[in-house]
């Protein structure tokens, strides 16, 4: 149990998917002009995350990996099925899961969760390309998580950690727009500068041994 | 979109280079940057800045991919059904990506190991997908293949120009792909007491830095500038 909360708490501070990864940040300069529309889409990729990372375990562990279909039989392939090796394929496969899972998620809360759909609804397309969700199926991939909780605890950190920062970025752009920022650095150049920063500040984590 | 798309099929032979053709090359390297203006492709344009031969290698995929990409969607534009068009999109970039990420290992793998995850997520990078649908969708392959080259560089401009200021300031030298590191810094200027600022080869640096290009930028041309 504590070994999950570590990797929870890791990805969200330390390997944190904006400040240390720069993955996502398209879709994080584009809505971040106000903290609503913030909130909505990191909620939407905590919980995209959460979902694709763990399933895209599996896929690694019982097809993809080097001997990962001694499962279903071990007399597979010309010698023997542990010295089959798909892994070149993972990109296409997390690629397709994931654009495939947010296709499903979104019918499922459209159906069963009206509410939550009006709230998180047009941001879901939005995810699939998000390059958050892509870099945290290739970071679980590269870092080789033992258990499936493991992997989940890393979604759901990373998604945790996606989120804080694009609710901090919103926040600190509504208040800067009363502020005399000079003309040319207005609007995308400051809050390039402003996540700069950010991540120095984020940078004091770095090294925590959990 | 489609009107424009069916007013150029029928426009009589263009040259290969004319006017609106050229503009599709050059526009993307300032007026219209995919990186500065159009805010597209940033994630694996700061991460991997550090050195500039990693840059370089980087670009190169990125160009590579996009030309691919944007021939092969402009060339089945009219039989891709609109409703499945994104899965289609990622189909065809993840198996271009396969390709270089294959090429890359096979090739120069050490820069490949460096850029880890990042050649992968050319995938998701934004530019893709943005030129896939904001023109591939709807033009002709040559001009496509123009468009593409032009953004790819236009993207790749700006990832050189970072990662010389991080190299210079950050390690005192430059490195090319092949060549590896070369410091021009004589150990004199050292034991004068300067010192290389590790600041800039930090992740962080790498925003300044671009916030530093779009700063120049629009001072430059005030028409971009946001109100």
Redesign the interface.
Known sequence: MQELVNIFVKAIFVDNMI????????SY??VSKTVKTGIGLGAAVIFVLGITVPINYLLENFVLKEGALEWINPDWGVNGANTIDLS?????MF??VI??IVQLVEMIVEKFAPALYGALGIFL?LI????S???GA??MQ?RQYATIGEATAFGLGSGVGWFLAIVAIAAIREKIRYSHV????????????I??????AF?SFMGIEL | MSEVAEKEVKAPKEPLFSKKNKKLLTDPLNDDNPI?VQ??????A??ITVQLQQAIIMAVSVIVVLIGGNLTISLMRNTIPSRIR??VQ??VV??L??LV??ILKAYVYDISKAL??FV??I????II?GRFEAFAMGNKPWPSILDAIGNGAGYGAILVIVAIVREIFGSGAISFPGMGQIKFLPEAVYEAGYMNNNLMI???????T???I??????KN?EL???
């Open positions: 400040f240390a990864y720069f993955l996502g940040m398209c300069l584009a070149f394929l993972s990109f296409i690629i397709a654009a495939s397309p699939a390309v998000n390059c969700i892509l870099g290739l970071f590269e000079p003309k040319p650095l207005k609007g995308l150049g400051i809050t390039f500068i996540t700069g920063l950010m991540g120095i940078m | 500065t805010v597209l492709g940033i994630c694996s700061l991460a994104i899965i990622l189909v993840a198996s990506v396969i990420d294959q880890s995850v992968g997520l995938i998701t990078n934004c997908m930090l992740p962080p640096m790498a925003l300044v671009v916030g530093i779009i700063w120049v930028q629009r001072s005030p500038i946001e109100d």
